[in-house]
């Protein structure tokens, strides 16, 4: 496989903080990778900066995408490269309705108007993979969502926006176990589309139980602390991840 994301000596701090600690990865097209680590350890920050979130600086290292050096680039133009972030905490936005949301991101990403009528099949089609109501379609987007709707939200956006790739940052937390089945069904949906490449960002292991890992890797205080296969994640769920925290 070709490399698709390689992030080299990665350092990030935000508010004169150092939050990241010359971190090392190398994410091939195609492949599902897993970022596991206990609260506090990183996990989100090295997601919002591998998305350009203007919150973080980038102190050192490179970031290289689909074979460009991305480190100085907007969100916006990672965006359009084809990188794709869901939030742990999706925010509500009022007065842009989910499908305006929509129909707006991919005409910016591919540069072309789409036919109203295209763009409704496609919409239907992915909201019936995840069981959503079409009424949420004409909804303000996220606006008066509850955590369950707003996950399966971000993944319809998945599903549509068919990013290269799709960093999934908690998608599992604070849901019951059918809306995990279902957000499960699309994002193998997406890998079947697309053949896209996961960066899927844990500290649990609900989401994991319906994707084949690739790689895992455990993040500590900013930190790689390990790397490894699927294995690793079944040593986390029967140990803990108490043997990884760095400083112990």
Same mark, same amino acid.
């Given at each position: 496989?070709?490399?698709?994301?390689? #992030?080299? +000596?990665?350092?990030? /701090?935000?508010? @004169?903080?150092? $939050?990241?600690? *010359?971190?090392?990865?190398?994410?091939? !097209?195609?492949?599902?990778?897993?970022?596991?680590?206990?609260?506090?350890?990183?996990?989100?920050?090295?997601?919002?900066?591998?998305?350009?979130?203007?919150?973080?600086?980038?102190?050192?290292?490179?970031?290289?995408?689909?074979?460009?050096?991305?480190?100085?680039?907007?969100?916006?133009?990672?965006?359009?490269?084809?990188?794709?972030?869901?939030?742990?905490?999706?925010?509500?936005?009022?007065?842009?309705?989910?499908?305006?949301?929509?129909?707006?991101?991919?005409?910016?990403?591919?540069?072309?108007?789409?036919?109203?009528?295209?763009?409704?099949?496609?919409?239907?089609?992915?909201?019936? #993979?995840? +069981?959503?109501?079409? /009424?949420?379609? @004409?909804?303000? $987007?996220?606006? *008066?969502?509850?955590?369950?709707?707003? !996950?399966?939200?971000?993944?319809?956006?998945?599903?549509?926006?068919?990013?290269?790739?799709?960093?999934?940052?908690?998608?599992?937390?604070?849901?019951?176990?059918?809306?995990?089945?279902?957000?499960?069904?699309?994002?193998?949906?997406?890998?079947?589309?697309?053949?896209?490449?996961?960066?899927?960002?844990?500290?649990?292991?609900?989401?994991?139980?319906?994707?084949?890992?690739?790689?895992?890797?455990?993040?500590?205080?900013?930190?790689?602390?390990?790397?490894?296969?699927?294995?690793?994640?079944?040593?986390?769920?029967?140990?803990?991840?108490?043997?990884?925290?760095?400083?112990?």
């Amino acid at each position: 496989m070709s490399q698709l994301l390689t #992030i080299k +000596d990665l350092c990030v /701090s935000a508010e @004169d903080k150092q $939050l990241l600690h *010359g971190i090392t990865l190398e994410i091939e !097209k195609g492949s599902t990778h897993v970022l596991m680590g206990p609260n506090g350890a990183g996990k989100s920050t090295l997601g919002l900066a591998v998305m350009g979130s203007p919150e973080y600086t980038v102190t050192s290292g490179k970031i290289i995408f689909d074979g460009d050096d991305i480190t100085d680039e907007s969100a916006y133009e990672r965006a359009k490269r084809g990188i794709f972030l869901s939030f742990q905490d999706p925010v509500e936005i009022p007065g842009i309705t989910l499908s305006e949301f929509l129909r707006n991101s991919l005409e910016q990403i591919t540069g072309t108007r789409i036919k109203l009528w295209d763009f409704k099949k496609k919409l239907k089609a992915a909201m019936d #993979i995840l +069981d959503m109501d079409s /009424s949420y379609a @004409d909804r303000d $987007l996220n606006a *008066g969502f509850s955590g369950g709707e707003k !996950k399966k939200a971000e993944i319809l956006q998945l599903l549509m926006l068919q990013p290269k790739l799709a960093i999934l940052d908690e998608t599992d937390s604070g849901l019951d176990v059918d809306a995990v089945k279902t957000v499960s069904k699309g994002i193998s949906e997406y890998k079947a589309r697309t053949g896209g490449t996961l960066l899927v960002i844990t500290h649990n292991t609900r989401i994991l139980q319906s994707l084949q890992a690739d790689a895992t890797h455990i993040l500590s205080s900013g930190r790689i602390a390990a790397n490894g296969g699927a294995e690793l994640i079944y040593e986390v769920i029967t140990s803990g991840f108490d043997k990884y925290i760095i400083g112990k």
